[in-house]
C-alpha cells in the first residue's frame, strides 16, 4: 500500500493514534496543538509508521461535533506535524468537508470509520487529491447472524465506491471496525477471524486498541492489545492502529521473529 511517498508492504506496521479531542476513552491520548509535537516525537522514536490524528471521538455514546469544529481542532496540529517530521499523517473523518480541509493542509490519508458511506463526496474529494484511504465497516444497528458475509458485503461496496470515484488501487485498506456494531463476542469473533476480510485483495488494519471488549478498566488493557496485535502480526495485518507505540512495535518484532 501506498501513503504519500511511502509504499508499506510486507510487514505489520504501528499506525500511532493522536487524538485532539477533550473526551476520548483513553485519557493520555489526547493532545492540544501545545502537546502534539512532543506527541509526535516519541511516537516516531518509538516505532510509528504512519500518524493517525482525530478530532472526533467516536468512543461509545460519543457526542459528534460539526465538521467546522474538527477543522478547527486539527488545523494548526496537522500544520505543525507536517512541518516538523517527514512521516505520513492520516486523520480520522468522516466528513467529505473535513477530509477536504485536512486534505488541503498536506494530510496523506483519511481514516474513514463509516467507509466512504456517511459523505456522498469522501470518496470524490480523497480521489481528487490522489490521497490514501482506509474504508472501515460501520453499521446503523448490530449486527445479526453471521458477521462476516455482512462485513464482506459492505466492504466490497465500499471499495466499489473508492475505484468508481479514482482511487487508485495501491492506496486502499481495509478495517473491520471492531468495537462498532458489534458485540463484545462479535468483536473477539472478528478479531480471531480477521484473515477471512482477505477476500478483497487488500491491505488490512486492525483496531483493537484498549478497547471495551477486553473488559475491565481501560487503564488496565495493554496486555489484551499487545495479544491481539501478535494475532494481528501473525495473519500479515498490514497495519495496527494503537495508543502504545513502543510496547506495540516490540510485539510485532517478537511475532516476526517466532517465524
Known amino acids: 500500500m501506498k501513503i504519500a511517498d511511502k509504499e508499506f508492504k510486507n510487514y505489520t506496521y504501528v499506525m500511532a493514534i493522536v ?8 485519557v493520555p491520548s489526547r493532545n492540544s496543538e501545545y502537546t502534539v509535537l512532543k506527541t509526535v516525537e516519541k511516537a516516531v522514536k518509538d516505532g510509528a509508521a504512519v500518524i493517525d490524528i482525530g478530532a472526533q471521538s ?6 459528534e461535533v460539526s465538521a467546522e469544529e474538527e477543522i478547527s481542532r486539527f488545523e494548526k ?46 470518496a470524490e474529494i480523497i480521489a ?7 474504508i472501515m465497516h460501520n453499521a446503523k444497528g448490530p449486527l445479526q447472524g453471521d458477521i462476516f458475509p455482512q462485513i464482506n458485503e459492505f466492504l466490497k461496496n465500499s471499495v466499489q465506491t473508492a475505484l468508481s470515484a479514482g482511487i487508485e488501487k495501491d492506496k486502499i485498506c481495509l478495517d473491520g471496525g471492531i468495537g462498532f456494531a458489534k458485540s463484545r ?19 488490512l488494519l486492525l483496531g483493537t486498541s484498549r478497547k471495551s471488549m477486553f473488559g475491565g478498566a481501560v487503564e488496565d488493557r495493554l496486555a489484551q492489545t499487545l495479544e491481539s496485535t501478535r ?4 495473519k500479515k495485518v498490514l ?21
Open 77 to 122: 496540529p496537522l500544520e505543525l506535524i507536517k512541518r516538523n517530521f517527514g512521516i505520513p499523517v492520516s486523520v480520522d473523518t468522516y466528513f467529505a468537508k473535513s477530509a477536504k480541509a485536512a486534505l488541503s493542509l498536506g494530510a496523506d490519508m483519511i481514516n474513514d470509520v463509516w467507509g466512504l458511506t456517511h459523505d456522498e463526496d469522501m
Open 128 to 134: 481528487k487529491n490522489n490521497a490514501s484511504v482506509c
Open 19 to 26: 487524538n485532539l479531542t477533550p473526551d476520548s476513552f483513553f
Open 231 to 234: 494475532l494481528a502480526a501473525r
Open 239 to 259: 497495519f495496527v492502529r494503537v495508543h502504545d507505540v513502543k510496547e506495540n512495535a516490540q510485539a510485532i518484532e517478537e511475532a516476526y521473529n517466532e517465524n
Open 185 to 203: 463476542e462479535q468483536n473477539l469473533q472478528l478479531l480471531n477471524g480477521y484473515e477471512k476480510l482477505d477476500i478483497h485483495g487488500y491491505p
Open 58 to 63: 467516536t468512543r461509545p455514546n460519543y457526542t
